[in-house]
C-alpha cells in the first residue's frame, strides 16, 4: 500500500465515520468534514497521485489536530489547570474558530484568575461574555453562578431561560442543571437526569459521563464506590476537588463529622470556587440521601455502580490507563529492530532481501522451512506498512494484554500471526500460488481485534454491559472497514487479514473469563 492511498482511506473512513455521528456533531465540524471531503474530491480530479498527500495534510491540520488539541484542552479543565489550557485553546482557535472555541480561551483566563483568588477581574472578563442566545455566553453565565455557589439562582435561570431541547444538546449546560437540582436537595432528579443523558446515547461524552457518575455517587452518600471511581476513572483530579467530593459523600451518608472536618481543613485554600462551593456546602448540610431515595432512584443508583465497575473491566480508555502494556511495547520494538535490518541489508522493499529474512513462501514452507510462518509476521514490506501494523498493535494489543494479562496476549498474537500464515499457504494451495511472497504482523494485529471484539461480545452477553455492547459496534465496524479496504487495496493478503480476526475472535472467546452476575 502507498503512502497516497494509505491517507486516501484514512481521510475518507474518518470522514464518514465521524458523518453517521453528525445529528451530535456542531456545526463547525462538520464544516471541516465537508472542505476535507471537498479537497479528497477535487484532488481525484485534478491529479490523483496527489490527493492523498494533500487531503491528508488538510484533514490533519482541520480535524486531527483539532480534535487532539481540544481533548488535550478538556483534559486539563478537569484537572482544573486553566492556565495551560488557555494557552492552547489561544492555539487552537486558530484551527478551530467556529462552536464558540474562538471566545473560549477568554473563559479559561477567567476561571484561572478565579482559582488564584483573583475573583472580580474573572468576574470581568465573564461578563464581558454572558448572554442567553449563544454557547459561549450560556456557558460564561453558568460559569459566574458556579464560581460563587449560586445554585438557586443557576437553576432558575435554567428553568426560565432554557428549554429542555438545548439542555440535551449542550451536555455541559446538563451538567451543571443537574448538579443545581442536587445541591439543592433534588436527588432523585438528579439520577433520573443521568438515566436520561445515557439513554440519549451521549456515552461519546466521556467527561461529561464521569462527572454525572461522580456528582451521584458523592450527593448518594456512597463514599467506598466514589473512592474506588476517583482512584480508577478520575486519578487526575486535584487532590483538593477530590477530597471536597469525597466529603459531599460522607455528609451525604450522615458523617457530619467527618465531612466538616474534612470541608473545613480545605477552607484555607486561595482557590475562591471552590472556597465558596465548600461554604455553601457546610450552610447547606446534605441530609441522609438513603432515606429520600425513590425505589426507580435506587434502582438507577444501583445500575450506576455495576457500570462502574464494568467500565472499569470493558473500557478501553480505562483499561489503557491501569496496566503497563510491556508485552506490547516489547513486540513493537522488535518489528522496528527487524525493519532496521531490513533497511541495513538493502532495503524493506527488497524482495530478496526479504526473502532472505524469512518471508513466508508456502512451497518453501512445504519444504520443510516451517520457521517462515514465524519470522514472516516480524518483517513489513515498507515504511507505510510497518507503520499502519505498530499504530494497530499499539493500541489494539495493549487493550488485548489489559483484559487476558500478558501470557494470555502472546499465546493469542503468536496463534493469531502464525495461524493466518499458515491460513495463506493452505489457500495458496487450493489457488495454485504456492510461489507467492507474504509479509507482515497484519494477521497478528487483527487478530488483537477479534480477540478485543470476543472479550467485548463476552462482556456483553455475560455481564450485559453496556459499554461492552458499545464497544462491540465500534469493533464491527473496525472490521468492516478493513475488509472493504483490503478489496480496494493491490497486493493486500484477504486471506491472512480474515484469518486473522477469525482466529482472534476464537482465542480471546477461549482465553477471556467473563465474570457472571450475581
Known sequence: MTLNLFLIQLVLFTALFMLVQATRLPRGWLVAIGIVLLVLMSGFLIAPEWAGLVSGSVWALLILCPMVGIARVNRLVTQERYRQASYLANWLKWLHPADGFWEYPQLLKGLNLAKHGRLGEAKQILCRYQTDSTPTGRMAKVTLYRMEARWEELLKWIQHNIPEKLLEQEAWLGVAYLRSLAELGDVNSLLQGIERFEQLGRRGYAEVLRTLRLYALAFCGQSEDLQ?????????????????????????????????????????????????????????????????????????????????????????????????????????????????????????????????????????????????????????????????????????????????????????????????????????????????????????????VGAEGAIQLKGWWVEKAKIAQERLRLIGIIMILQLFSDLITPQVSIVGHLSGMILGLLAGSVLFRAKHPV
Open 228 to 448: 474506588r471511581f476517583l482512584d480508577i476513572a478520575l486519578p487526575f483530579y486535584p487532590a483538593p476537588t477530590r477530597q471536597f467530593w469525597l466529603a459531599t459523600a460522607e455528609m451525604a451518608a450522615g458523617n457530619w463529622a467527618i465531612a466538616q472536618e474534612r470541608l473545613t481543613a480545605l477552607q484555607a485554600s486561595q482557590d475562591l470556587p471552590l472556597v465558596h462551593a465548600i461554604q455553601w456546602r457546610l450552610s447547606h448540610p446534605l441530609v441522609d440521601s438513603t432515606q429520600n431515595l425513590t425505589e426507580s432512584s435506587q434502582a438507577i443508583l444501583n445500575q450506576i455502580k455495576i457500570s462502574v465497575q464494568q467500565e472499569a473491566r470493558y473500557s478501553n480508555q480505562l483499561a489503557l490507563a491501569t496496566q503497563k502494556s510491556y508485552a506490547t511495547y516489547t513486540l513493537i520494538g522488535i518489528n522496528l529492530f527487524v525493519f532496521v535490518m531490513e533497511i541495513w541489508l538493502g532495503g524493506s522493499e527488497d524482495l530478496y532481501v526479504l526473502y532472505q529474512m524469512g518471508a513466508l513462501v508456502p512451497e518453501n514452507v512445504f519444504a520443510g522451512e516451517w520457521w517462515r510462518a514465524i519470522a514472516a509476521i516480524f518483517l513489513h514490506h515498507g515504511i507505510v506498512h510497518l507503520l499502519t501494523n505498530m499504530l494497530g498493535l499499539y493500541v489494539f494489543g495493549a487493550l488485548a494484554e489489559a483484559a487476558l494479562g500478558r501470557k494470555k496476549f502472546l499465546i493469542t498474537y503468536f496463534f493469531t500471526g502464525v495461524g493466518s500464515m499458515l491460513a495463506v499457504v493452505f489457500v495458496s494451495t487450493l489457488t495454485n500460488s504456492t510461489t507467492q511472497l507474504t509479509v507482515g504482523a497484519s494477521g497478528a494485529v487483527l487478530g488483537m
